[in-house]
């Protein structure tokens, strides 16, 4: 089975910051590379597709990039509501392995 | 709209067995390329992905839980069931069903959760 590696696991930023989270896989996936965000006690949403495809909504600071094992998630112009924790998730099989996650904080 | 909802026990006793049930709306679990996935979320953890099940009745299952999921689905409710063998106290999450209507292996939608505590 893929393992998905992200890394920091954490993070610290301001407002206004521009910041970057690592996801590698254990194979390569392509580009079925997806990223989430969680907030507490809510289910997961999703950001990213595809690597790079924004899902509908989403506020274009956030942006990914990367293709085979390596990957990454770029959130520019830091907002309040965007200290969360983030997960990636592999879609290139069936069997649907998550990241262990990069909680993002407010420094 | 596509909703769906997670039901099922809030505690269970370790060595039972529970059931989860995933009531959908919005779309047909008979539809070309639906799937419906479980994930859980232990206290503080990360997301864990456990199973999923396709339009065809096709199943997939985390490698490491495989021998005590089971995953079925009742097309007349709209329902998909998660059934988990023996329990214990480290089976304590939030767990989610989850769907997967897309080519791209993402999770469209989500349910709000359950929160099962595995306690004697």
């Known amino acids: 089975d893929i393992q998905m590696t992200q890394s920091p696991s954490s993070l610290s930023a301001s407002v206004g910051d521009r910041v970057t989270i690592t996801c590698r896989a254990s194979?390569?996936?392509?580009?079925?590379l997806n990223w989430y965000q969680q907030k507490p006690g809510k289910a997961p949403k999703l950001l990213i597709y595809y690597a790079s495809s924004l899902q509908s909504g989403v506020p274009s600071r956030f942006s990914g990039s990367g293709s085979g094992t390596d990957f990454t998630l770029t959130i520019s112009n830091l907002q309040p509501e965007d200290f969360a924790t983030y997960y990636c998730?592999?879609?290139?099989?069936?069997?649907?392995?998550f990241g262990q996650g990069t909680k993002l904080e407010m420094k | 709209q596509i909703t769906l909802k997670e039901s099922g026990p809030t505690l269970v006793k370790p060595t039972q067995t529970l059931t989860l049930t995933c009531t959908c709306s919005?779309?047909?679990?008979?539809?070309?390329?639906?799937?419906v996935g479980w994930i859980r979320q232990s206290p503080g953890k990360a997301l864990e992905w456990l199973a999923l099940?396709?339009?065809?009745?096709?199943?997939r299952y985390s490698p490491s839980l495989k021998s005590r999921l089971s995953i079925t689905k009742d097309t007349s409710k709209n329902q998909v069931v998660l059934t988990m063998t023996t329990v214990n106290p480290v089976d304590t999450a939030t767990y989610y069903c989850?769907?997967?209507?897309?080519?791209?292996?993402?999770?469209?939608?989500w349910g709000q959760g359950t929160l099962v505590t595995v306690s004697s």
């Open positions: 998730q592999q879609g290139y099989n069936s069997l649907c392995t």
């Open positions: 919005g779309f047909s679990l008979t539809t070309r390329g639906v799937g």
């Open positions: 099940i396709y339009w065809d009745d096709e199943e």
């Open positions: 989850a769907l997967r209507g897309n080519s791209f292996g993402y999770f469209d939608d």
């Open positions: 194979q390569s996936v392509a580009n079925y």
